[in-house]
């Protein structure tokens, strides 16, 4: 059963352009959590969905952040417009339900660098 | 905001049993003490997980308080692989959502 898988791992855009990461949950997943840690810093919340569904947005920067989890198919974390702050190491992971007692699963992380 | 507190920095020597404390004096009932570390910026680990009985698996043991405001993670004979930033997280969840929230964790260095 092969993990959360984040790609690309390493992802390099110039200012002004967009950014998209992808995350394949585990097999049987239907969860998914996007966090963003800053260099040297500790890991953000970023959004929580489930299949087709926004279930919690709250750590999600207002402008030029978005993301979805179709029915089919990875969840994207899109990045529009990119500026050098946006830089940093963006996380998936993903959880079998949020009923009950569940751990979530990490992938390796796509480490975004803007230039 | 997190809602544990950790001391920021340890040290274990290798071999020896490493106790990483954590605070939690505003957990409620329903909600589960979680550890995860991460090695040197890969992807945060999952290591164990109690409600108020303690618990322990390959990895690690966890013994929570009677009152269960604290808790303590022990990893029995700490190798120099273990050096990672260890995260103490209560669940949170309001109406499905289960997110967990990280702190700034302890910065374990396990030392020859």
């Known amino acids: 059963n092969a993990g959360v898988m984040q790609n690309p791992r390493h992802l390099v855009r110039r200012r002004g352009q967009e950014a998209r990461l992808r995350c394949s949950p585990m097999?049987?997943?239907?969860?998914v959590y996007w966090y963003r840690q800053l260099p040297e810093e500790g890991l953000k919340f970023m959004v929580y969905l489930q299949k087709e569904n926004i279930i919690d947005e709250s750590g999600m920067p207002k402008e030029r952040f978005s993301a979805e989890f179709p029915k089919e198919g990875p969840s994207i974390l899109r990045i529009q417009q990119v500026v050098r702050g946006d830089s940093a190491a963006y996380f998936c992971?993903?959880?079998?339900?949020?009923?009950?007692?569940?751990?979530?699963?990490f992938g390796q992380g796509t480490r975004l660098t803007v230039v | 905001d997190a809602k544990t507190t950790q001391p920021t920095s340890m040290d274990c020597a290798e071999g020896r049993a490493a106790n990483l404390p954590c605070n939690h004096s505003t957990i409620s009932g329903n909600e589960y003490v979680y550890w995860y570390r991460q090695i040197h910026s890969q992807g945060p680990q999952y290591i164990i997980h109690?409600?108020?009985n303690n618990e322990t698996n390959e990895m690690a043991s966890l013994i929570i308080t009677e009152d269960r405001k604290s808790s303590t993670l022990i990893l029995p004979h700490a190798t120099l692989r273990d050096t990672a930033v260890y995260y103490c997280i209560v669940r949170v969840g309001m109406g499905g959502s289960e997110k967990l929230v990280f702190g700034k964790g302890t910065k374990l260095t396990v030392n020859p």
């Open positions: 097999k049987g997943h239907s969860h």
């Open positions: 109690g409600l108020k």
């Open positions: 992971a993903s959880s079998p339900s949020a009923g009950g007692v569940t751990e979530a699963f």
